[in-house]
């Protein structure tokens, strides 16, 4: 059967109706990536241009989320535009090596002194993969541990816990290893330790139990899931100090917060992780996954070795297309321009956070770098079970969001914002404005919080 897009219904219904009617009869939920859904129906955009985003109706959005946190200069920076233009006629993928892939590889690793070597994918999800596989390989051992409620992507060994309810997250000082799809295997479960965020005492502990068998411990910095909050610094070195210790690695997930600091928010911090795993931002647009890390380590990969620990490779990986779009994208967004967008960022925070006590809702503004993310909580919770949302807090959020969409500003879902160079002060005073009437629907909602 053939479909054809432009064939849109002539009766009273929307474009965006018709092609989301349409889509139902394509794709499961009519898409292909479940963050775009929307009741009635998707916007579908027609362009995007800066801070900006115009759908199929004409209706204008300021875009707080920039394709969940992966564009840094907003959408179509002439610079990017040109550059990639210019490469698309010379060809967007070749089984030779390009030298775009060596400029951009340069550039990463001069970003930061803890990045000796890298591999490009085309994914944080392959990214994230490729940093567990290369630690099993260097150590020889099977177990990874994750913190409970933290996204890493869709690999089974990385989603584990990802989304655990109170019915099955197990005890708060021991969680239990939660699958998210259907029919993942008790194997895969068994092979990951889950610990607790922001609790050095009760994460040791559980370690301890695995020491001989864990290959690495992967960590976000500021876990968006589990409540955009920063890792306090005791937990931090609580972990690198026990993979040191019990030769294990330490595999930072940067996909999201690589774009808090010049060379990630691992910055801020005095570790030495021994992998990173990198995504979004880095593609300029397109999309792309990194691991850097230690040379002893990567060399896991290397093709050349005697033998070889593990084979790594992606059709369109390294692609010129992306290492283009990236390395222009990153070369602009300098030590300068990531001062001034967290700056930005930081005033967001404090507006918004103006915006809740002139409101009186009870909710709290959390995030950290060019990111923050508003939860309908008195405090700003320290792990995922504290950020773990009430069913009133999600009628609310989606209240919230809906207020907001219909008021020309996109969020992503868990009403959190990811701000680009393209934008102003003139942009977060007015996504401001609109919380604090936002704000002042839901109070009601939230009166009876938790019941």
Known sequence: ?????????????????????????????????????????????????????????????????????????????????????????????????????????EHLLNRNPSFERIRFANSGTEAVMACLKASRAFTGRPKIAK????????????????????????????????????????????????????DPMHAVAILDEHKDDIACVLIDLMPHRVGLVPIQEEFLEALETWTRAN????????????????????????????????GKIIGGGFPVGALVGRAEVMEVMNPLAKKVLFP????????????????????????????KLNRLSAYARDCISQAIQVSGVPACITGGGSMFRIQLKHEAPQNYRAAFTTPNEKKATAM????????????????????????????VDMLAEALLTGFRKIRGTLRDNGK
């Open 247 to 278: 030769g294990a690695l330490l595999v930072l997930d940067e996909v999201i917060t690589f774009r808090c600091g010049y060379g990630g928010a691992q910055e801020k911090h005095p570790i030495q992780p021994d992998l990173t795993a990198m």
């Open 312 to 339: 790594h490779s992606g059709t369109f990986s390294a692609n010129p297309i992306t290492m283009t779009a990236g390395r222009v994208s990153m070369e602009m967004y300098d030590r300068a321009a990531v001062k």
């Open 1 to 105: 059967m053939k479909h054809d897009v432009s064939e849109v219904p002539a009766a009273k219904v929307s474009k965006s109706q018709a092609l989301y009617d349409k889509a139902l009869g394509m794709m499961p939920g009519g898409c292909s990536r479940n963050t775009i859904l929307r009741k009635p129906h998707p916007v579908y955009a027609a362009h995007a241009k800066g801070c900006w985003i115009t759908d199929i109706e004409g209706k204008k959005y300021v875009d707080f989320s920039n394709n969940m946190a992966s564009l840094i200069h907003g959408h179509a920076h002439p610079r990017v535009v040109e550059a990639i233009n210019e490469q698309v006629k010379k060809g967007t993928a070749y089984a030779v090596g390009t030298v775009q892939e060596i400029e951009y590889a």
């Open 147 to 198: 913190v409970e409620g933290a996204y890493h992507g869709l690999y089974d060994y990385a989603e584990v816990s990802q989304c655990p309810n109170p019915q099955n997250w197990g005890k708060q000082d021991h969680p239990a290893s939660v699958p998210v799809a259907y029919g993942t295997p008790k194997a895969a479960l068994d092979d990951v330790v889950v610990i607790p965020f922001n």
């Open 400 to 427: 919230l969001l809906d207020h907001l969409f219909e008021n020309g500003f996109i969020l992503m879902n868990t009403c959190s914002g990811a701000l680009s160079t393209a934008m102003t002060q003139k942009h």
